[in-house]
């Protein structure tokens, strides 16, 4: 795919519209960076001043402009912003100005008010199938804090698996911090596989989307040529 054509696109599931995050967002991103029962888990563990929120809203614009297709997507739902979902980069080992371009790391943060009606899953789940689909990555990972288990309970069911407890020092430690943090990860095979057992078990005599047969084919080549 030409990166001409990993431009940003808006994307959209059952109930959410998730279109490129722009300025006009800005009140909404500093408000969840602002509360304390969104931020509990996530950076220093307390919520964002004023200041960190709005260098994290101008950080999160950028990521469209680390690698073609990444970005972060603001979501609404009935004309009501609900939160927002991202396609980071991922730093390279050897130079963290440079990042992988195959692979991104996802995150999402969701009003409160919206907690616990699958708004999360359901965005994260169109993430991942931009991710392999539209981008062709071949990994999504995820990392959140070990005691962040809303965070851990969306990524397994998206179907990533936890690979990996770390733990790093930091100057201001959240609370909880002792218990480490964790990565998730979900490559394309394993996206593709689970598809497939889902529209096998589906069974609706359906064939599969050219743009599916396509990835999937690419999947089956990768795997032979390597
Ligand atoms: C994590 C967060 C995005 C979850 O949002 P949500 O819209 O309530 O999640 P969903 O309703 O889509 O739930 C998805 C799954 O997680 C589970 N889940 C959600 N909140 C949970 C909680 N507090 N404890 C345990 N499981 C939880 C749901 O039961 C559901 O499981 P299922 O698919 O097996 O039924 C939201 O709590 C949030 O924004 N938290 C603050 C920011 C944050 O921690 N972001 C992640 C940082 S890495």
Redesign the pocket.
């Known amino acids: 795919m030409a990166a001409t054509e990993k431009v940003q696109p808006t994307l959209r599931t059952a109930r959410l519209e998730l279109v490129p995050l722009g300025p006009e967002h800005r009140e909404h991103t500093m408000k969840l960076d602002m509360d304390p029962k969104?931020m509990k888990?996530?950076a220093f563990g307390r919520p964002f001043t004023e200041d960190e929120a709005i260098q994290v809203h101008t950080w999160l614009m950028g990521c469209a402009n680390s690698v073609p297709g990444f970005g972060t997507w603001a979501g609404y739902t009935q004309g009501e912003f609900v939160?927002w979902w991202i396609l980071g980069p991922i730093p390279t080992k050897d130079d963290p100005e440079k990042f992988l371009t195959d692979r991104t790391e996802y995150?999402?943060?969701?009003s409160p008010k919206?907690?616990?009606?699958?708004?999360?899953?359901?965005g994260a789940r169109e993430m991942i199938r931009h991710a392999f689909v539209d981008l062709g990555l071949v990994e999504v990972i995820g990392e959140?804090m070990t005691v962040?288990?809303?965070?851990r309970?969306?990524m397994a069911?998206c179907g990533l698996k936890h690979v990996e407890t770390f733990f790093n020092t930091y100057p201001t430690p959240p609370p909880g911090i002792e218990e480490g943090e964790v990565r998730y990860s979900l490559s394309r095979e394993e996206w593709f596989a689970t598809q497939e057992a889902g529209a096998s078990r589906g069974s609706d005599g359906k064939s599969w989307s050219p743009i599916m047969a396509l990835s999937k084919l690419y999947c089956y080549l990768r795997k032979i040529l390597r």
């Open positions: 969104v888990h996530v939160g995150g999402f943060r969701v919206f907690w616990g009606q699958g708004f999360a899953k359901e959140t962040n288990t809303a965070s309970a969306v069911s």
